[in-house]
DNA sequence: CTGTTAGCGCGTTCAG
DNA sequence: CTGAACGCGCTAACAG
């Protein structure tokens, strides 16, 4: 394999000459240039990543944290790695992807062996372990989701927003009495931001409009989670609208609805909020997306431009003074939070009203 | 950021005696390696891949190359990419995600850079321009899926037999005439390896035992296939059982089922060829599961074992000898060829039979 | 200005 | 167990 000393004797010059043509770093001159570019041609150089790396001390790659929930794969965070990559590239970065099987061991390994400049996380929790390493060892990281409580840049949907948009525009349609399916109870358990601030989105709306909101909290178990549904589908005064965030099993919820002799949209309205972009079976309801792509671009760049904050020395003090970057303060970490847009057809009025 | 001169410095020896330490290639007294392991320890060391990688010419990473068809995300590849990361890790390597974004551009760049030693390649088609490449610059990879010409190692499902199965198993319940729905016409189109496979196995079922077996083409667009699917299923003699390999679309082609006023299992059994494990709402079905795992796992261990094959020299001559390893012929590259197994209920009988 | 020389980054490994 | 060369590219300092 050729290497840059290879080049430099082809085309007649020093090692450092290629190296300048290389990086544009220096003025050369054209005949210099074009002989040194032929050279390169020829022998099809290219530099190798690690000797750059290890001079310059920058990998250009992002280490992305899948989080690997035992036994339940998540459609989402495959989606959110192909992006974030695409949107890592955009900036010259390269993505790393890592799964918690070895729990944060492989985050820690990563980062001690500086296999990667910064790291992005995905499906933060509350008191997240993979936080707390990236902390302590002072490693650049942002997040996908947040907790309210992580000292580090992230971005979310404003999900406390988007059930509430979801709440009004259905009152505008003419819905009084509506179900919340909310998040499900392990994830309300676990204190996931999405779940906890969809809860309060719904009861903002509620107080706001005046609207009978009822949350209907989702199970992992669908047929836990069919039996809430209808119960609550049947209770009086019968709703007329169900907005919901629990998504995984929507095939299953919307199977409930039709068992339970249900019609929608003609009998009831079905809203979802943080949907997948693009997704079968989605199409032809009224729902919030997840902005995907938009989060993905701006995890990339809140991650790459923690880079260069958090590598000065080791852990930060606990008394160090709030300057330029990722502080330690929660509410100064940049952040990207996303406003939501509602998607898909027009919220169909309740029955019996034009 | 300490280093191992730091190690060596603080205790006390040289460090090329760290490294064969940390290396254990070379035996060191008891004292020494105490002395070393506890200064490694406390100043919290950990070698720097890329001067590791600078000398030893091996990153311990694996590119794996995600397709991206444009607008089709498919949820089985950020499951293959989860799988095969976990196995990499397994074999001591990490995996770097790319996206076709760039065409085979980052392929490329990332096996002329040395970012990777090995490449495993997602969803291959025919003629695909990403093993040209790796071909062209003797990069080492192995492919989930296969297509018969690619001079690669592979792993994959058989196809055929497992589609032979399901009409077997099928008929052994009783049924005599049933329709396969086969990969979508693009997909047959575009010669995917599983797209044929899959024919063959019900048209070699079908003739082995003399069931009626007729294929319907499915369609990406759900309209155009659930018009040809409702076709098939109203044809006199009707068909009993559904044998269903284009999956993506399985929840619009239930509805459809429904829609004729069939019952499943009781008028129509269903059966499913390729499914994701684990995935709900298709629970209830009797099925064969694409095996994930598994071929994630030999994916991953085929793309290591070609790491030492393919990194001689320059692109193979096309005389060379078929050697070891990777070789010209595509009968002759290492492979993995994984036998099918039903999973989930037995097959109904047909209606009016016990 | 344009090109060259030399040292560095960090861990590995062979000869001593 | 140590010394020193080495892998490869970057870049500050120097020479023409």
Redesign the pocket.
């Known amino acids: 394999?050729?290497?840059?000393?290879?080049?430099?004797a082809r085309a007649?010059?020093?090692?450092?000459?290629?190296?300048?043509v290389?990086?544009g770093?220096?003025?050369?001159?054209?005949?210099?240039?074009h002989a040194v570019q032929a050279a390169i041609e020829e022998l099809g150089?290219?530099?190798?990543a690690?000797?750059?790396t290890?001079?310059?001390?920058r990998t250009r790659v992002l280490a992305l944290a899948a989080p690997r929930v035992p036994g339940a794969y998540r459609a989402i965070d495959g989606r959110f790695a192909i992006d974030v990559t695409d949107a890592a590239r955009g900036h010259g970065y390269d993505v790393l992807l890592m799964t918690d099987s070895d729990g944060v061991g492989g985050l820690r390994r990563v980062a001690r062996s500086r296999l990667a400049d910064a790291a992005v996380l995905m499906a933060v929790e509350d008191r997240d372990p993979r936080v707390e390493v990236l902390h302590e060892l002072g490693f650049p990281a942002a997040l996908l989701g947040h907790d309210d409580h992580a000292a580090l840049p992230w971005t979310d949907l404003d999900w406390e927003a988007a059930v509430a948009l979801a709440v009004r525009e259905s009152v505008a349609a003419g819905h009084r009495r509506m179900l919340f399916l909310s998040s499900a109870e392990h994830e309300v358990a676990a204190r996931r931001g999405y779940a906890l601030h969809g809860l309060d989105g719904a009861r903002r709306a509620a107080a706001e409009t005046g609207a009978d909101v009822r949350v209907v909290p989702s199970h992992r178990d669908p047929d836990i989670l069919a039996r809430r549904l209808n119960e609550a589908l049947t209770a009086r005064p019968v709703p007329t609208a169900l907005i919901v965030q629990h998504l995984i099993l929507l095939p299953r919820l919307l199977d409930t609805v039709a068992a339970a002799g249900l019609r929608v949209p003609h009998h009831l309205t079905v809203v979802l909020v943080g949907s997948l972009p693009d997704e079968l079976g989605t199409r032809h309801l009224p729902r919030i997306d997840l902005p995907v792509a938009e989060m993905s671009t701006a995890v990339a760049r809140l991650a790459i431009d923690a880079i260069g904050s958090g590598r000065d020395d080791g852990p930060p003090s606990s008394q160090e003074p709030a300057g330029a970057g990722a502080s330690t303060r929660p509410s100064d970490a940049p952040h990207h939070l996303i406003q939501p847009q509602m998607a898909g057809p027009v919220i169909a009025p309740p029955p019996g009203r034009p």
């Open positions: 394999m050729a290497t840059i000393k290879d080049v430099a007649g010059v020093a090692p450092s000459t290629v190296s300048y290389l990086s770093s220096r003025k050369i001159s054209e005949d210099t240039r150089y290219h530099p190798r690690s000797a750059r290890l001079r310059s001390a």
